[in-house]
């Protein structure tokens, strides 16, 4: 089966109420198993309060709300990517600079399991994105990576830019896939990072992207904006004409 890009509804997958395959089809069974998941969580979250990612503060929320509001009151960083982007320069737009508590948040959702974070930090970004309706691509981790840290921090980030960007988008998780695993960029010199992102990524065979529709690709930080370059190098080679990237922090 293909994965086309048709302006599906955004974050796929079954609601809540809708029963898993599998499960059983009886309405007032799924509703108190329902019922009982959501007490479920609501006493777990009284019992073992969590702390916030960015600072650290004990409480009920992945991102505590002072650093929730000083995240909403950053600007919107815009930058125009010529140098690393082949075929047309690349808008890159990111919440803040990889500084002081978002720096300490996205190493958090890298090394811990902040994924909850990376979904809220990605709705703040949503919010203040241009109202466009992307197809959201998330930059992929290798499968080895992936089952070393549990999630894919940019996945749970698009996830987020959807839900709080105004305009209807789509995300398309698995739209591309990592096919080398290469050294992490962050302990390269800057001057290896092009080069060790070369072929590293490809569109996945059964993927289909409309050339209308513009990608929206989604890393967590941006430095050299190598990986974007590779990633939209491949996206562009597909069909996509408008690449534009989306990150939590930019290296300024
Ligand atoms: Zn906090």
Redesign the pocket.
Known sequence: MSIVDSGSPPLGGASPSQPLAGESLDPARSRCRLALTRAWAVIFEVLVPIR?A??G?HGRHP??A??ARAMEALPLISRTMRAAVPSGACTLYALGAYDGALRAGILNLKFRNCEAAARTLGRLLGRKLPPVPWVVVPVPLHACRLRERGYNQAEAIAEGIVEGCTASGSHLRHALVRVLSTDAQSSLPLRRRQANVRGAFAVRGDVRLNPARPVLLVDDVVTTGSTIAACSRVLRAAGTTTVTAAALAIRL
């Open positions: 916030c960015l600072c503060a991102v505590c002072p650093c």
